[in-house]
């Protein structure tokens, strides 16, 4: 659901710096941090005992000791198809909430059109009231699915002060 200047806001080069700088608070990235430090303290060690051992500057004799790269060559396929099913997987999720987002703004609008259409012109408040309060529940919803701390700031221009306290 872009606009035109969502669409060049997302398509400028500045949104590279935008995402490296979203990556700190990441909580994928956090969750990653330590695997892999694990995985590159291990391959470091496995680097300096190769280069060690080429140069012939241990005090041990660990030679016999060989990195077999059979098993890696032999699962990469495994792990490739993994890593497309989970992204796909993962895309398939994206895109039933996205679906299910849009059913709930239709929902919105088709409730706001009746609004207007029941009422008339006669219940002009009735119909500015269904539609901020079909306009709220969109937000809460929202708010509710993923919670943020901007949803009073989202609310104060949809409803009154008793609105939203009785709201919120």
């Not at 796909?88 to 059913?103: D, F, G, K, V």
């Not at 009746?114 to 539609?131: D, I, P």
């Amino acid at each position: 659901i872009y606009s035109r200047d969502t669409w060049e806001q997302s398509r400028s080069t500045g949104r590279y710096l935008r995402h490296v700088a979203a990556t700190r608070g990441s909580k994928i990235v956090r969750g990653l941090v330590r695997p892999v430090l694990w995985i590159a303290s291990v391959a470091l060690a496995v680097n300096i005992y190769v280069v060690a051992s080429e140069q012939e500057a241990l005090p041990f004799d660990l030679r016999h000791l060989k990195v077999v790269y059979r098993p890696f060559e032999l699962t990469s396929f495994a792990l490739s198809l993994l890593l497309v099913f989970r992204t796909e997987a993962s895309y398939a999720r994206w895109e039933a909430a996205r679906s299910n987002w849009m059913t709930v703004i239709t929902a919105c609008r088709n409730l706001s059109g009746l609004g207007r259409g029941y009422s008339g012109a006669r219940g002009a408040g009735r119909v500015a009231a269904v539609c901020r309060w079909t306009a709220a529940y969109a937000w809460c919803l929202k708010d509710h699915l993923q919670p943020t701390n901007d949803l009073r700031a989202r609310l104060q221009p949809l409803l009154s002060d008793g609105e939203a306290a009785f709201l919120l």
